[in-house]
């Protein structure tokens, strides 16, 4: 790949994400949420994050930019919100959220109770290594992410990709050649919050981590910021 310049954009604030936080604090071992994965909406905190990335994406974007996205409906709402219906998007179904298979809807607490060989299993595997029946582990997305950069288009200077958070985060292990542990501190201290921008250059030889999670559009549009860390609910 020879794009000079990446922009990863984590969703606006989602209705799962208020859904988990409710289930949290509410200490429920299920999450209320109204939809499959790929099919959950922005919330409308989160589509007005959308149009105050939009702004400020539009004042920075070239005109030849190339526009990812994941196929989850939460990340193209994002991006349209953003940009408007007629912007080309790219819909790639490698930078989809992390699966969590049998861990899926259940919070921290529902996976220990419901199901607790699941949960040794996750404790002796470790949060990078271990992939739950009928889901992925943090390892195979890092294995899309790399199939995705592989076949970036070659005559393009700037990318920006609108996915999830586990997906940015692990763009960044892939790009800043992380090690298992730096990921896991990486996790433990820099949240990616909804609608903010990662920003990475490449300067021929490796990449530099110019941005994280940036949203000081949504301090100039008067709106809160948040951060709601979605795969950590089943991952604590």
Do not use: C
């Not at 099919?39 to 005109?63: F, K, M, N, T, Y």
């Not at 490698?94 to 921290?108: C, Y």
């Not at 271990?130 to 943090?138: Q, V």
């Amino acid at each position: 790949m020879t794009a000079r310049t990446l922009l990863l954009i984590r969703h606006g604030e989602s209705t799962a994400n208020v859904a988990a936080a409710a289930a949290e604090a509410a200490g429920a071992e299920v999450i209320a949420v109204e939809a499959r994965d790929p099919d959950v909406s922005l919330s409308p905190l989160g589509e007005l994050q959308a149009g105050a990335l939009g702004a400020r994406l539009r004042a920075a974007l070239p005109a030849d930019a190339v526009l990812f996205s994941s196929p989850y409906r939460r990340a193209v709402q994002t991006a349209r919100f953003a940009l408007g219906e007629e912007v080309p998007l790219l819909l790639d179904e490698r930078l989809r959220d992390r699966e969590l298979g049998i861990l899926d809807r259940l919070t921290a607490l529902g996976v220990e109770r419901r199901l607790p060989l699941e949960a040794e299993r996750r404790r002796w595997a470790g949060k990078f290594y271990y992939r739950p029946p009928g889901g992925e582990a943090w390892t195979d997305v890092a294995l899309r992410i790399r199939s995705f950069l592989r076949d970036l288009p070659a005559d393009r200077g700037t990318v920006v990709v609108f996915a999830h958070d586990a997906v940015v985060s692990l763009f960044l292990y892939v790009l800043l050649r992380m090690s298992e542990a730096q990921l896991a501190e990486h996790l433990l201290t820099h949240p990616v919050a909804n609608a903010s921008v990662t920003e990475l250059t490449f300067d021929g030889s490796g990449w530099t981590l110019q941005a994280f999670a940036d949203d000081e559009h949504l301090a100039a549009a008067g709106l809160p910021a948040t951060e709601h860390p979605g795969q950590a609910r089943a991952d604590a």
